[in-house]
C-alpha cells in the first residue's frame, strides 16, 4: 500500500474507443480526505475516468491507483474500497428499498448484526427511512437517486465516487445532499461529477476541469479565482462632474483602463479595471470623501466558479468548435 497520502493517483491515462479518444494523458492525485469535483461538458471524460477508477472498464494505457492499489491488478481489492454511484444508476426496480440495500450489503461482504445496522444506517442518512418497504419501481427520480446513494455508502468504503448524484432532486433535497457529502468528507474521500456548479463551489474543496479528455485547470476555487483576478472590475456609482471624474481616473496610477456612463440624475456608473487586478476600494472611497462627492455604489466584481468553468472550458480557437 501507498504511504504517501493519495487516496488517488492517476498517471498518463489514456482510453480510446474506436476512432475516438474519451481521456489522452490523464494525470492527477486526490488527498486522503479530499471531496474534489470533476466538472467538463458532456465528452470531457469524466465518466470514463470515473468508471476506470471504479473498476468497471479497463484503461487503454497508463496507470490508476486507489489507495495505493492498481485498479487493473489489484481490481477486486479497489473494489471493496470503493463506492460508486454510475449518472443513470441501475437498480433492481422489482425490488423494495430496505431489501435492495441488503442484497447490495450482502454482496459487498456484510452480514448478521454489520449488515442490519449500516443498513439502518446509509436508510436514514439518505432520507430513505420512509419509503423502506415501497418497490423502487414506483420511487421517483430523486429517491431513486438516495437508494444509489445508499448502495454505494452501505460498506463504509475509503473513496466514494459519485457522477451527477443530485439529477432529478429538488432543491431540498438538493440541499440535504450536500450537507450529507460534506459530512461525509470528514470520513471519506469523495470525488464527485455534477453539472450544478454552485453545489460544487459550495461543497468541493478543490475542482478539476476537463475538456476533450484532458484537465485543463485543478486547484481550489478560490486559487482558480485568484489566477482571473487581474480582469476583475471596480464598480463605482457616484454624483459628480463627469469631466472631474475622467481627470480623477486618468491621474490614478492604480487604474488601468476605465468606463463611465451615465445612469440617472446626476450619477455615473465608472467601471474601473485595476492594475494587475488590485483591490483599490479603500484609495476610491477616501478619494471620493475627500472631494465631498456623493457614494452609491462602490463594489468589487468576482468570478464564480461559473464563471472560471466557462472560461476554461471555451473552445481557443474556431476549429474546435467542429
Not at 474500497?81 to 450482502?106: C, D, H, Q, S, W
Not at 456484510?110 to 414506483?138: E, F, H, P, S, W
Not at 485547470?217 to 463627469?242: C, T, W, Y
Amino acid at each position: 500500500m501507498s504511504g504517501n497520502g493519495y487516496m488517488i493517483e492517476v498517471s498518463n491515462l489514456t482510453k480510446r474507443y474506436a476512432g475516438h479518444v474519451a481521456i489522452s494523458n490523464l494525470s492527477f492525485t486526490v488527498e486522503r480526505g479530499e471531496i474534489v469535483g470533476l466538472l467538463g461538458p458532456n465528452g470531457a471524460g469524466k465518466s470514463t475516468t470515473m468508471r476506470i477508477l471504479s473498476c468497471f472498464m479497463p484503461a487503454t494505457s497508463g496507470t490508476a491507483r486507489v489507495a495505493g492499489l492498481d485498479v487493473f491488478h489489484d481490481a477486486d481489492e479497489v473494489r471493496r474500497r470503493i463506492g460508486f454511484m454510475p449518472e443513470n444508476n441501475p437498480l433492481y426496480t422489482e425490488m423494495r428499498v430496505r431489501e435492495y440495500v441488503k442484497f447490495r450489503a450482502r454482496i459487498k461482504g456484510l452480514y448478521g448484526a454489520k449488515m442490519r445496522d449500516r443498513v439502518d444506517t446509509v436508510l436514514q442518512q439518505c432520507g430513505l427511512t420512509d419509503v423502506t418497504k415501497k418497490m423502487i419501481g414506483v420511487l421517483s427520480k430523486g429517491y431513486r437517486q438516495r437508494v444509489g446513494l445508499a448502495d454505494a455508502l452501505v460498506h463504509e468504503p475509503e473513496l466514494i465516487i459519485l457522477d451527477e448524484p443530485t439529477i432529478g432532486l429538488d432543491p431540498d433535497q438538493i440541499r440535504s445532499v450536500r450537507q450529507l457529502i460534506k459530512d461525509l468528507g470528514k470520513k471519506h474521500t469523495v470525488l464527485i461529477s455534477s453539472h450544478i456548479l454552485p453545489e460544487v463551489e459550495m461543497t468541493c474543496s478543490r475542482v478539476l476541469i476537463m475538456r476533450g479528455g484532458h484537465i485543463l485547470a485543478a486547484d481550489s476555487p478560490a486559487n482558480l479565482e485568484k489566477a482571473l483576478s487581474h480582469e476583475n472590475q471596480i464598480v463605482v456609482e457616484l454624483a459628480a462632474p463627469i469631466e472631474d471624474l475622467t481627470i480623477c481616473w486618468e491621474q490614478m496610477a492604480e487604474v488601468e483602463h476605465f468606463d463611465i456612463a451615465p445612469i440617472d440624475s446626476d450619477y455615473f456608473r465608472c467601471s474601473l479595471t485595476p492594475v494587475n487586478g488590485a483591490d483599490i476600494r479603500p484609495q476610491i472611497f477616501n478619494m471620493v470623501k475627500e472631494r465631498g462627492w456623493t457614494l452609491r455604489e462602490l463594489s468589487r466584481s468576482r468570478y464564480s466558479l461559473e464563471d472560471i468553468y466557462v472560461r476554461v472550458t471555451r473552445p481557443q480557437s474556431e476549429e474546435e468548435l467542429y
